[in-house]
Nanobody, 127 residues
Framework: QVQLVESGGGLMQAGGSLRLSCAAS????????MGWFRQAPGKEREFVGA????????AYAESVKGRFTISRDGAKNTAYLLMNSLKLEDTAVYYC????????????????????WGQGTQVTVSS
């Protein structure tokens, strides 16, 4: 039974930092690319970033490039999203996703390609 569980969300002032975690179980973690997506109230879910199976390649949305960093820890079967310099517009529910067929950064942005999804964690940025 595959399960992805996000954690680490909460309330943070603009300019602060949060680190989100995505713990995976029921799958061979090293065989899966991991993606992060977010959905703000009244908006469509959008791509945030992704990391390849080998952790050698990453991709980011332009809106977060230079502020957010994706990483993964194979020993802990966990992917991370470190969010620095948070802005009000970063407020959203953040989801992690996994898929074993994504082998290059060219397809990481396509959310329809991810087979497994977590339940999401709320991030709220205040002024």
């Amino acid at each position: 039974q595959v399960q992805l569980v996000e954690s680490g969300g909460g309330l943070m002032q603009a300019g602060g930092s949060l680190r989100l975690s995505c713990a995976a179980s029921g799958l061979t973690f090293s065989n899966y690319a991991m993606g992060w997506f977010r959905q703000a109230p009244g908006k469509e879910r959008e791509f945030v970033g992704a990391i390849s199976r080998s952790a050698g390649n990453t991709a980011y949305a332009e809106s977060v490039k230079g502020r957010f960093t994706i990483s993964r820890d194979g020993a802990k079967n966990t992917a991370y999203l470190l969010m620095n310099s948070l802005k009000l517009e970063d407020t959203a529910v953040y989801y992690c996703a996994a898929d074993s067929t994504l082998l290059s950064t060219t397809v990481f942005r396509d959310q329809s390609r991810y087979r497994y999804w977590g339940q999401g964690t709320q991030v709220t940025v205040s002024s």
